[in-house]
């Protein structure tokens, strides 16, 4: 069922330049535009909008790291591996689940979700774009997307629970940051974002 959905899904591709065009973009570059839209709100946003980055970033660390964990106890082969798949661009012949192009996505997504509700849901609807992105080019199945759905899911609510423990970490950093943006331009940096 799974094979049956990729096909579905991947069978999409090669039909639309444009497309197909869009989709590779989104696969390529949607990790290089969540760092933008961070960096957007670590430079641009005050005290608080700075806080949630920080806690976004080390959600999508953490995710990426129970990837990994998962690709050590289960090894699942990628499509274009496993059977005839033409994809739109090449890729390394590594783990297929769980997709840590759309873990990073989503994970940054939902802990910014749980702390922002108006950036939040954009960012979640571009991570599901990006999983399904994934699928559109060939490199992962549905069920690899689902799965990083949930990691990101689970260590997105974790993290949140437990917030307190990084809070300090959290805190000290983005207190230096503004003391020295302080001294640097004498202007407070607590801004409305």
Do not use: C
């Amino acid at each position: 069922m799974n094979y049956e959905i990729f096909k579905s899904i991947h069978g999409l591709s090669h039909h639309s330049a444009v497309l197909d065009s869009i989709m590779v973009f989104i696969t390529e570059y949607a990790i290089i535009a969540y760092a933008l839209i961070l960096l957007a709100v670590w430079l641009f946003g005050n005290t608080k909008g700075r806080k949630n980055v920080l806690y976004a970033g080390f959600t999508g660390i953490a995710a990426l790291i129970v990837n990994y964990l998962i690709t050590l106890v289960y090894f699942e082969p990628r499509p274009f591996v496993a059977h005839t798949v033409h994809t739109l661009i090449p890729h390394a012949a590594d783990a297929s689940f769980p997709s840590d192009h759309t873990t990073g996505a989503l994970a940054i997504s939902i802990a910014m979700l749980f702390r922002s509700k108006k950036l939040g849901w954009p960012l979640v609807i571009f991570g599901l774009l990006t999983g399904f992105s994934r699928i559109w080019v060939g490199h992962h199945y549905p069920v690899d997307v689902l799965g990083s759905l949930v990691v990101s899911i689970v260590i997105g609510f974790l993290l949140f629970r437990f917030s307190d423990i990084l809070r300090p970490l959290v805190d000290l950093i983005v207190r230096i940051y503004e003391a020295l943006i302080n001294k640097v331009t004498g202007k407070p940096t607590d801004q409305n974002f």
